[in-house]
């Protein structure tokens, strides 16, 4: 290729690079315009629908408050009547207090004298509580003596009851022993009626039958309780018999001994607790309480 042929080339390739540039420029240009044109549009258009938006909260807010106005005016027009009937009230008012007026100065001389009246009072009262007070001591004493009379009284009833309740049961051993002495004397003399008076003579009890049984049938008093068996189930005074209860999964309690009140059908016992200490100092579950159930002593663990 000739050195005119080269040159052309060169200059050829320049001008196809020149064109190249000024039409990436071209493009890049135009985008840039269509997507500032594009933003101006959306602003344009958000700017509108704010304007928009504006308008009727402008709207909005004039109406609410001409509203509000329209409310005022008439509260205004019935404050202003109010105020007119406020000013006819006072007129009255006025006119009120002035009789009122009258009728305290009035009264004022009507006071002075009931305070002398209540002062003459208050002096006589003075005295009378003076009076009083001597009389109220007086009657606490006497309250006191009577307190300690009464008390006094009633510590010898209650010895009184106490020994009428021991001369009962006295009475009633003697004639569970009449009883028994006259089996004694319908048996000849033998038999087993001689053998119970024997024991009811020198204090020891007779064995018990394994399989009695009986219920508990008032809550204790002190350390007694009464029992649903008695001379008929082989009772005597001094027989033991175990006090249980069966409700709560079971406990044993303790012990009873047949003391007096000694019945065909009942008699009393004194109750032993099974933990070694003063039946004052039980626990309210561990006392004897009506329906609990009492055996034989040697009924064996299974009945604790």
Same mark, same amino acid.
């Given at each position: 290729?000739?050195?005119? !042929? ?23 240009? @135009?985008?840039?315009?269509?997507? @500032?044109? =594009? ?20 709207? $909005? ?9 329209? &409310?005022?005016?008439?509260? *205004? ?11 006819? $009230? ?17 009264? =004022? ?18 005295? /009378? ?37 021991? @001369? ?6 003697? &004639? &569970? ?14 038999? *087993? ?21 009986? /219920?508990? /049938? ?15 189930? *082989?009772?005597?005074? !001094? ?29 009393? &016992?004194?109750?032993?607790?099974? %933990? ?6 039980? %626990? ?13 002593? $040697? ?6």
């Amino acid at each position: 290729m000739s050195w005119l !042929g080269k040159i052309m080339t060169f200059l050829v390739l320049i001008g196809v690079c020149v064109w190249a540039h000024f039409t990436v420029n071209a493009y890049v240009t @135009r985008t840039n315009w269509k997507v @500032r044109a =594009d933003a101006y549009e959306k602003a344009l258009k958000e700017s509108e629908s704010n304007r928009e938006r504006e308008r009727r909260d402008w709207e $909005s807010n004039r109406d609410a408050l001409v509203r509000m106005y329209t &409310a005022e005016k008439s509260r *205004g027009d019935g404050l202003e009547k109010g105020y007119e009937d406020l000013k006819a $009230s006072a007129r009255n008012v006025d006119a009120q207090y002035k009789l009122i007026e009258q009728n305290l100065r009035e009264t =004022d001389v009507e006071v002075k004298r009931r305070d002398a009246r209540i002062k003459t009072i208050q002096d006589e009262l003075a005295d /009378t509580r003076s009076r009083n007070s001597g009389l109220e001591d007086e009657k606490l004493k006497l309250v006191l003596a009577k307190e300690l009379a009464d008390r006094a009284a009633l510590q010898a009833r209650l010895e009184a009851e106490k020994e009428q309740k021991l @001369r009962l049961a006295e009475e009633v051993t003697v &004639a &569970a022993l009449k009883l028994q002495v006259s089996e004694l004397k319908a048996t000849g003399g033998g038999g *087993g009626g001689a053998t119970v008076v024997a024991r009811a003579i020198d204090k020891i009890p007779a064995p018990l039958p394994e399989n009695i049984r009986g /219920t508990v /049938t008032h809550d204790m008093v002190g350390e007694f309780v009464q029992i649903s068996i008695g001379i008929d189930a *082989g009772l005597e005074v !001094g027989s033991r018999l175990d006090i249980y209860r069966e409700t709560g999964g079971g406990k044993y309690l303790g012990t009873l001994v047949v003391t007096r009140s000694l019945e065909p059908k009942k008699a009393v &016992a004194e109750f032993r607790p099974a %933990r070694p200490v003063p039946v004052a100092s039980l %626990r309210p579950d561990e006392l004897p309480k009506k329906g609990d159930t009492v055996g034989h002593i $040697s009924a064996g663990p299974g009945l604790r």
